[in-house]
């Protein structure tokens, strides 16, 4: 059965995100009546500089969301009025629900909502080998990338020179020398499109 958390920590981690990345007066759980005559109600909301309304849409349900969940935020967010929402997502997305997005009529982001799984090159020093398999040093330079405060977190082997990327999604080490890398684990593509935001005891992954 799915189960949709409408909690206070998720509640947070969602307002604090729409506040960080669009810099919005962000509330949760607010009422607005759309232009179908209808109460709509608003998991997390609020107004940019430019006096925009913003929101944003939490689903923890343990699984992708499918391109029907895209299909209905769509068309919420055209009947309040909102200028761009993003769809908040414990589970991932589908490919479908990933192209849909690309396609709405108003700016959709869509953000996997990680719990727990937040590193820091302090923790990762000396503990984390080298994931070449003729290389297994342990002495990776680990660092964030850091662009507006959103960052990657990767690294370089001193001894082979692969660049080490850490899975946002399964946690796996991951190496190329290239700047695009596939995950061997789960089979996601790191790369610097992708951009990542930790609250603490949540990442959230902008995947689309």
Not at 160 to 170: A, E, L, N
Request: hydrophobic share 35%.
């Amino acid at each position: 059965m799915e189960k949709d958390l409408t909690g206070k920590t998720f509640e947070l981690i969602t307002t604090g995100f729409l506040r960080y990345r669009y810099d919005v007066d962000a509330e949760h759980n607010v009422k607005l009546r759309g232009r179908s005559g209808i109460l709509r109600q608003l998991d997390v909301s609020g107004l940019n500089s430019d006096r925009n309304l913003i929101v944003g849409e939490s689903k923890d349900y343990g699984k992708k969301l499918d391109i029907g969940y895209v299909d209905r935020f769509d068309g919420f967010l055209d009947d309040v009025g909102a200028a761009g929402g993003v769809l908040f997502s414990a589970g991932g997305f589908t490919r479908g629900a990933v192209k849909r997005a690309e396609t709405a009529r108003i700016p959709i982001e869509l953000a996997f909502v990680q719990y727990g799984q937040s590193r820091t090159p302090d923790e990762m020093f000396n503990e984390d080998f080298c994931p070449n398999p003729n290389c297994g040093s342990q002495d990776i330079g680990w660092g964030y990338n850091i662009s507006d405060g959103l960052y990657i977190t990767a690294g370089t082997c001193d001894y082979c020179g692969t660049v080490v990327v850490v899975c946002p999604i399964c946690g796996t080490l991951n190496g190329e020398h290239v700047s695009s890398i596939q995950c061997d684990e789960c089979g996601f593509e790191v790369n610097s499109e992708h951009e990542w935001w930790d609250a603490g005891d949540a990442r959230i992954t902008v995947i689309g």
